[in-house]
C-alpha cells in the first residue's frame, strides 16, 4: 500500500518564507545539538526506538510540505519515517556545520533529520561512554522553545528505552499548530 498524505493547512506567511529560505538558500534550517553520557553504550537500535516512538507521539514531527496551485500546505504523512544517520568517530562540530548547511526535502518529508554520532572512547574521570545526537528541524515546523521541547522529550523516551520502562502512550501534550 502507497503512503497517503492528509492535507492540514495552508502555511502562513513566516512559514513560506522559512520555506522559500530552506529550499532556494538553504537557510531556516534549526539544529541542536546534544552530548549524551551513558555508563554503558548506547546503541543505534536504541537510538532508532526512542525516535520512532517520538515520531508516533509528536504529529509535528510526521509533517511535509506541498505546493498545489501556488499555495504551500502542511500534509501529515501516514508512513513511519525516521531519518536516522549514524556516524562514528565524527566531528560534532563539521557534522553540526553540515547539517545548518543541507536543506530538508519539504515535499518528501519529514521536515527534520538525527543524526547520532558515537565514539569509541570513555571519559576517564567518570568511566562513562559519551556520544552526540543533533536533531535538525526545518523553521517552519519548529520555533526555539518546540525545538527544545521534543529534544527534551527524545531524552525522556531514551531513558525509558535504555531503561526497559517503554510505555505504551506517551503524552507530549499539543504543540501550537501555527495559526
Known sequence: MSPTLTKVRKLNRTEITFE?????????????????????????????????????????LHMCIRKENDHYWFYKMDEEKIPLQV?????????????TH?????????????????????????????????FTF?????????????CNNFLKVLNDVIGGNVQKLYDFGQLNDGT
Open 87 to 99: 556516524l562514528k568517530n565524527q566531528s560534532p562540530e563539521s557534522v553540526f556545520s553540515k547539517e
Open 20 to 60: 522559500n529560505g530552506n529550499s532556494h538558500f538553504s537557510i531556516g534550517i534549526i539544529c541542536f545539538w546534544l552530548t549524551l553520557e551513558f555508563k554503558n553504550k548506547v546503541s543505534e537500535e536504541q537510538i532508532k526506538e526512542a525516535l520512532t516512538i517520538l515520531f508516533r507521539n509528536m504529529d509535528v
Open 138 to 150: 526545518h523553521h517552519a515546523i519548529v520555533d526555539g522553545y518546540t525545538a527544545i521541547n521534543i
Open 102 to 134: 543541507t536543506c530538508i526535502d519539504s515535499a518528501t518529508g519529514p521536515l527534520w533529520r538525527a543524526t547520532y554520532i558515537t565514539s569509541d572512547e570513555t571519559l576517564k574521570e567518570n568511566n562513562t561512554f559519551s556520544s552526540n545526537i543533533l
